[in-house]
């Protein structure tokens, strides 16, 4: 059974985030390895060390793959071929996919995934997580052929494309664009000091202060984004939109919705 | 056994690349499907039913997927189920994805191809093969930040970014940003009138008049995508490349190349 999935939309003060991550990674037995690979502070690293410390974590360790050339490092493959939990910081999630992809580090975090390693990525390090990560992009809540960059993440999963700071950095727009280009993914655009905890029964558990708006695809009618000149607003017909806080399920496979307050699960397809 | 996936790199004249596709699919038994979906000529469909029928083909249909609403269409569902081999015509790869993406359509053929199906592709029809499309880009060899747009394609392997009309219309530029973004994929820029014959063992055999350049960023060292700003060239240093025309093989899993004329395979890493 693969391990959990965790986008953090950035800027996490909530100590309940954190704690349920290490409570799935095993408790105070937990084995935490910190990847600071997205940022340019030099404690980064540390400052999360001290963090999982605080919250009781004996075994964390930072390991900070700075070139591509640290990612043959024996003892740190070792460290992380043992962990049980990894958490990727923020930064500059190009850093992360340029220096960590194609690498013995990204092939093993895949694989221990797999097995049941969960990973968790707040900021840059959330986007990072899937198989398409947006790179880059523009403002705004209207989508417009040109205003995301993609390209190939850490590929723990193909279903969605997550987008974080999503409501303070008014997100909207380069999250529909990049889903216009191909309606197969689901969006998921984290809040800052929210997370979605996407079990391995694909279903996704909202935990925050924010919202995740999920924003699916598979319903849509039209969509003009094959004829849209660049910079051109893209006409786009039937999305589905959830806003979820803190509470709320959504699950991947079969598109089930539960509100946190609300006593039925919504099937909408 | 997953069947063959076949990039081509559009201007389709050699009939040796069509008649060993439709070798692999049955010969005269064969039954294909013709995608004209990225064409926004109306007779492409028409012209593909007569060249595989010029070729000895006796089950051969056009399902022109026009709309998204197309795609539940259950008299063609059916007929992709049942198919041997399909075939995407050119056109622009932004319907592909944005029409088929998501619908019962784009499971399907990833499910039979799973099964045994082969799926060949001629120019955007080669781009939506693999889980990471180019949708666009701009011209020139030197890598730039922004000169490409990906975005998710059909997914039927995510380790490869194809390019197409390659040398014809000077792509090398393009398909370096797309790796430098991620180092994970291999590159290949498929020049007209060519085509990789890629099996179920991850060897891509090369056919045509042209060649196919295999990028590899495996080995890259040093990769500056997270650093440069918007315009300026990437460095990029490590990038292993392979020209290979006709006859000459390359392992996507052992990265063993083995030229046509050259007796030994060679390996890299």
Redesign the interface.
């Known amino acids: 059974m693969r391990g959990w999935i965790i986008p953090i939309g950035g800027k996490l003060c909530t100590p309940a985030i954190l704690e349920r991550f290490i409570d799935l990674s095993g408790g105070s037995a937990a084995r935490i390895a910190v990847i600071p690979t997205a940022s340019s502070e030099p404690d980064m690293g540390t400052y999360y060390e001290r963090e999982f410390q605080r919250h009781g974590v004996r075994t964390v360790k930072a390991l900070n793959f700075e ?3 640290d990612c043959d490092d024996a003892d740190w493959l070792e460290w992380l071929g043992t962990a049980t939990g990894v958490f990727l910081t923020g930064g ?1 999630q ?2 992360l ?3 960590l ?2 690498t013995p580090v ?1 092939k093993l975090l895949r694989v221990r995934h797999a097995e049941g390693m969960h990973i968790a990525g707040t900021s840059a390090g959330a986007a990072y997580l899937s ?3 947006i ?1 880059s992009g523009s403002e705004g809540a209207t989508p417009r052929v ?1 205003m995301v ?5 850490l ?1 723990l999963t ?1 279903r969605i494309i997550v987008d974080q700071h999503f409501r303070q950095r008014d997100r909207l727009g380069r999250l529909l664009t ?1 889903l ?6 689901v969006g998921f655009g984290v809040d800052e000091d929210t997370a979605a905890f996407i079990g391995p029964d694909e279903t996704a558990e909202i935990l925050g202060t924010g919202a995740v708006t999920i924003v699916d ?2 319903q ?4 003009a ?2 004829e849209a000149a660049p910079g051109e607003t893209i006409d786009f017909v039937g999305v589905q939109v959830h806003v979820l806080g803190t509470g709320s399920t959504f699950n991947l496979h079969s598109r089930v919705v539960t509100p946190a307050a609300h006593a039925v699960p919504l099937t909408y397809r």
Do not use: D
């Not at 960059?149 to 993440?153: D, E, I, K, R, S």
């Not at 216009?180 to 993914?185: L, R, S």
């Open positions: 070139r591509r050339t500059n190009l850093k996919s340029s220096i992809g194609g990204a198989e398409h990560m790179a040109g960059n993609l390209c190939a993440g590929g193909n990049a216009a280009y191909n309606p197969f993914c695809p598979s849509v009618q039209y969509c984004v094959a």
